[in-house]
């Protein structure tokens, strides 16, 4: 018989309720999760995808969701934000352990301190780091920028930008430019936009790129626009940021179905002669339909992490395999977060209770890359063979 061990969490069931305690705070302010940032940076948690080498906590992108699902069992927004820095790292690290040195220097940055940031999501870009709106303009000893990034959490504190722009000096073969920019560059704004439905916390302000020149030494790939120039790097993002948004979203979907049971145990029911909901058949069907759910999910999510760290070979089927997980994962989230109210009742719609923000919370999922229309594109073009060829429609 193989004994299965696991390393030890960093973060102790003492530290999730502090973050949890302030998570409402940070959500009723629209404040920045900064008594989090510094805790987690204090615990080493954004190295946690830094190998040991570097000084880093060496987890694999498996071991990083297990801990990314853990820390939104309490605090969801805080794990969204505190991902855009750690898929970079993650990475790196896989890069390096194929033999590819390109992005050592994240891991010696991210060592010293230094925080990293997505600067990806555009308005009208639906093909989201395969393509973009920002326009790149190839000038001597490196990039000009410009354009408007929306959605960059961490805005308040990262060091290096990561971000992309298309280069179109050869119309027939457009380029897209994946750079990292340093926050001392001239030529950017950052406006502060973030007012929104839900994952306040994370401050994702919008960045507003006006010729900022990045140098080449932080241009880490200029690839064809489109799947073609899904290389290393590039699934690699996908694979680490959707895949741990997909792990974020299950741990928050866990911590809906706990306050749900946990009320339905303690809640009385006139009806019932003063027992608990939780001998109403209704409510024990509810119940069990989030627990399934949440099998499924946890076990999705887990199967496709540990193929990736593991090394499995899925080929051509990698891209569908890391956004149906991350899809599977938001969608059966919406859904225990909505029968969590249900079982809950009306004392859900109050701004007192966690469900409530919970619920606010979890309809950010969709708005992730990729959302459900290139997830359905990417999945349906690869069961029929025909992912990558073009025309991309018709």
């Not at 820095?85 to 010696?108: F, K, N």
């Amino acid at each position: 018989m193989t004994t299965m061990t696991t390393t030890p969490s960093l973060l102790s069931d003492a530290d999730l309720d502090r973050f949890g305690g302030r998570a409402a705070g940070y959500d009723r302010d629209n404040r920045f999760f900064a008594e989090d940032f510094a805790e987690l940076r204090q615990a080493g948690y954004l190295l946690l995808a830094v190998p040991r080498a570097f000084g880093g906590q060496g987890l694999d992108l498996a071991g990083v969701a297990r801990e990314q699902q853990r820390l939104a069992t309490r605090a969801p927004a805080t794990a969204v934000a505190t991902n855009m820095h750690l898929y970079w790292t993650g990475i790196a690290a896989d890069l390096l352990r194929a033999g590819d040195t390109s992005c050592q220097w994240i891991l010696e940055e991210a060592a010293r301190g230094a925080v990293f940031a997505a600067g990806h999501g555009e308005a009208g870009n639906d093909f989201p780091v395969l393509m973009a709106t920002a326009r790149a303009e190839r000038v001597t000893g490196g990039y000009r920028f410009y354009g408007r990034k929306n959605f960059g959490s961490l805005s308040p504190v990262w060091t290096y930008l990561g971000l992309h722009g298309l280069d179109t000096a050869d119309p027939a073969n457009p380029k897209v430019v994946h750079a990292f920019m340093p926050r001392e560059t001239p030529g950017y704004t950052i406006q502060e936009t973030w007012d929104t439905l839900g994952m306040r916390a994370t401050s994702s302000e919008d960045t507003i790129l006006d010729g900022a020149f990045v140098a080449d030494e932080f241009i880490l790939r200029v690839v064809p626009a489109g799947l073609g120039g899904a290389d290393a790097y590039v699934l690699g993002i996908f694979a680490w940021a959707l895949l741990n948004f997909g792990a974020i979203y299950t741990g928050l979907a866990r911590r809906a179905f706990e306050l749900a049971v946990g009320g339905a145990r303690s809640k009385t029911s006139v009806a019932m002669g003063g027992r608990a909901m939780a001998y109403n058949p209704m409510v024990q069907h509810s119940v069990a339909e989030m627990m399934i759910e949440l099998e499924r999910m946890e076990a999705h999510i887990a199967r496709i992490t540990t193929d990736w760290s593991t090394g499995v070979e899925h080929g051509g089927a990698w891209p569908a395999k890391i956004v149906a997980a991350k899809y599977a994962c938001v969608e059966g989230a919406k859904r225990v977060v909505d029968l969590a109210l249900d079982v809950t009742g009306g004392g859900a719609m109050f701004k007192t209770n966690e469900l409530e923000r919970l619920y606010r919370d979890v309809r950010a999922g969709g708005f992730h890359p990729a959302n459900a229309a290139l997830t359905h594109e990417i999945a349906g073009k690869t069961a029929l063979g025909i992912l990558g060829e073009e025309p991309r429609w018709g």
